[in-house]
């Protein structure tokens, strides 16, 4: 459960800091599809690692259908959310919204793979640290 607090905390750590960045480059208005693109990055992550995290506990094969459909379920939900409101409402998400979304997918995908690379057991059974 500690790779899910360090995530929790590096991801909204991550999220702050491009967020400050594009509003004190663009404005408001990229603080928004910012916003609204790390949360449909952020919270199917942290539900998706929460899962990967509990399935460490059970059978490796538990461990690789986790990470295999959480992927899945991240990007549906990112994917679907990002069509929605572009198709929605297309005045205020445009090709803008698209870049917030890909940079925090790929920025807390990386992060959750290298958090989760760390916590794989040794040989001798120990977990790295």
């Known amino acids: 459960m500690k790779s899910l607090g360090w995530f929790i905390f590096g991801a909204l750590a991550f999220g702050v800091l491009a967020l400050g ?20 990055t952020f919270v199917p992550a942290v539900g998706t690692l929460a ?5 460490y506990r059970t059978a490796p094969e538990m461990m690789l259908l986790a990470s295999l459909g959480g992927s899945g379920v991240r990007m549906a939900i990112a994917l679907g959310g990002g069509i929605l409101l572009t198709k929605s409402q297309p005045e205020t998400f445009d ?8 940079l925090f997918y790929l920025g807390l995908l990386g992060f959750e793979i290298t958090l989760l690379v760390r916590h794989q057991p040794n040989p001798n059974g120990s977990t790295q640290s």
Do not use: R
């Open 51 to 55: 899962w990967v995290v509990y399935s």
């Open 95 to 102: 090709k803008a919204f698209w870049s917030w979304l890909l």
């Open 21 to 40: 960045c594009g509003y004190f480059g663009w404005g408001t208005e990229m603080l928004v599809q910012g916003s609204v693109a790390f949360v449909l």
